[in-house]
């Protein structure tokens, strides 16, 4: 997330496009782990709540202690459990220098005075109001110094770039230290942001690196969860075996889909925001909307977590409150009841499933076209979007129906002028054995109908085979609508 702008009592960071040198796990290369695992209880709370709590470098180390002072704590843990979630995030601090705890390594080393770093220590006190009503605590801190506080950068011996930051990197790893030991369990994750540089930085045999830096948050509890942020990427990737989950930074929630539980050995985690941009509001989403995506991504065993405005004094602004509560109510009815998910046409089985853009061979997931058509916007029941997949000519779209379904009839309606002239009807109960349900050539674009016999089919692909390249009629396939009956 890039540097904040100040905004009267609050810094709200937006976002850090990409990552340098991230090594991605691809999804065909997830694979299961063991049933128990750090993440247990994360996969189970299914979605949580994310805040920045933060100030401009301007402030006083006065005024940040009158307003870390008067964090109402107990009035924020009631307003977490009338939503309810069953973890909460907040930052320790980011760019302005400003920490809502203390730590006397970080004095030590930067030895401003007075010290930022707040004499209330907010953490243990957010601690003591959430415990009591089920609500587990988090943190979030940059994994580099507060670059708007010169001097801490200076003292912390830190560059920005791809450096090795050996010297910033043993420091770090000693702040965060004190602050694991002094918590023990009242901590139970660590996000680190701003991991842009792993190759550089972390991927040494030799610490530091990934492996001493997740220690370091586990030093007062083995058991914390710890994900390092690449940046906003897409398919979300892992960056690390030493982190539990997936930093999952992402600006555009309604374009992530979810393989299953695991990348690699992460847990599949997404975190994104409600409103405009992170801290901000008003919310930006429909209730429907944030009811399908998170809907989506919890069925196949991820995490969601999504950033809300705080204020001052610890509240969360009412219009957020009630669309949390509205996104607990939604995600507590069955699929088949829930509002957010009519079909379209009815009866459409392939209405708001989960879908992927994948290679013409069905192993490899591809890029979206432009960035802007997704494989929801095939399933979405509008005509006038559609998913297209980036970088090859041939590719399948694929559907998960999210149970097998005696199935005899595939409508595909293609985008105008974004067309297969030649393609398959691909069935399949248990996604390993394929049978082409039906076969077209010369197809000259919109909506096609095929009918087949009664085949039980849980996923159904539409597979472009022509054209594999320019020149030649239609163009690459756009699908704006499969339906499934």
């Not at 009158?66 to 977490?80: M, T």
Request: net charge neutral; glycine share 8%; charged share 20%.
């Amino acid at each position: 997330m890039r540097v904040p702008r100040a905004v009267l009592m609050l810094v709200a960071p937006a976002i850090l496009l990409g990552a340098f040198g991230a090594k991605p796990v691809p999804g065909e290369a997830r694979k299961e782990t063991p049933v128990t695992h750090r993440t247990d209880w994360f996969r189970d709370a299914r979605w949580g709540v994310f805040t920045h709590y933060l100030t401009s470098k301007d402030t006083t180390a006065e005024d940040w202690n009158r307003r870390v002072n008067g964090f109402d704590v107990a009035a924020l843990a009631r307003q977490l459990a009338s939503v309810g979630t069953r973890y909460y995030v907040i930052t320790l601090g980011q760019n302005s220098g400003h920490y809502c705890t203390p730590n006397a390594t970080y004095d030590r080393f930067v030895g401003t005075r007075p010290s930022l770093c707040a004499a209330r220590d907010l953490i243990a006190d957010l601690y003591d109001a959430l415990h009591p009503k089920g609500i587990r605590l988090m943190v979030y801190l940059p994994a580099g110094a507060p670059n708007q506080d010169a001097a801490a950068m200076k003292a912390l011996q830190w560059q920005n770039g791809a450096h090795r930051n050996l010297e910033f990197q043993r420091k770090w790893e000693a702040v965060i230290r004190e602050w694991s030991l002094r918590w023990g369990p009242k901590v139970t994750g660590w996000w680190f942001d701003g991991c842009y540089w792993p190759d550089a930085m972390y991927r040494f045999s030799e610490p530091p690196n990934f492996a001493s830096f997740a220690q370091a948050a586990r030093a007062g509890n083995p058991d914390a969860i710890v994900a390092f942020n690449p940046g906003v990427l897409n398919p979300i990737i892992t960056m690390t075996e030493s982190e539990d989950y997936t930093a999952g930074e992402i600006n555009d929630p309604g374009a992530v889909e979810c393989d299953g539980r695991w990348v690699g050995k992460a847990q599949f985690h997404m975190l994104s925001f409600l409103g405009p941009e992170w801290g901000r509001g008003p919310p930006r989403f429909t209730t429907a909307q944030i009811v399908r995506s998170t809907g989506d991504l919890i069925e196949s065993a991820g995490v969601v977590t999504w950033d809300v405005p705080i204020e001052a004094g610890g509240a969360v602004p009412q219009p957020f409150i009630e669309q949390l509560q509205a996104l607990r109510d939604g995600l507590a009815r069955p699929r088949a009841q829930r509002p957010d998910l009519p079909a379209v046409p009815p009866g459409n089985l392939a209405s708001h499933k989960p879908a992927r853009l994948l290679d013409v061979t069905g192993t490899k997931r591809l890029q979206v076209n432009s960035g802007t058509h997704h494989a929801a916007l095939g399933v979405d029941g509008d005509p006038q979007t559609w998913a297209q997949a980036g970088g090859e000519w041939p590719w399948t779209y694929h559907v998960d129906l999210k149970a097998a379904h005696p199935v005899s009839r595939v409508v595909v309606t293609f985008a105008k002028d974004c067309y297969a002239t030649q393609y398959n009807v691909n069935l399949s109960a248990d996604g390993a054995r394929w049978t082409t349900a039906a076969h077209a050539t010369g197809a000259r674009g919109r909506r096609h109908e095929h009918a087949f016999a009664k085949t039980d089919a849980r996923y159904v692909r539409i597979q472009a085979l022509q054209p594999d390249g320019p020149n030649q009629p239609g163009a690459q396939m756009g699908v704006a609508e499969l339906e499934v009956y």
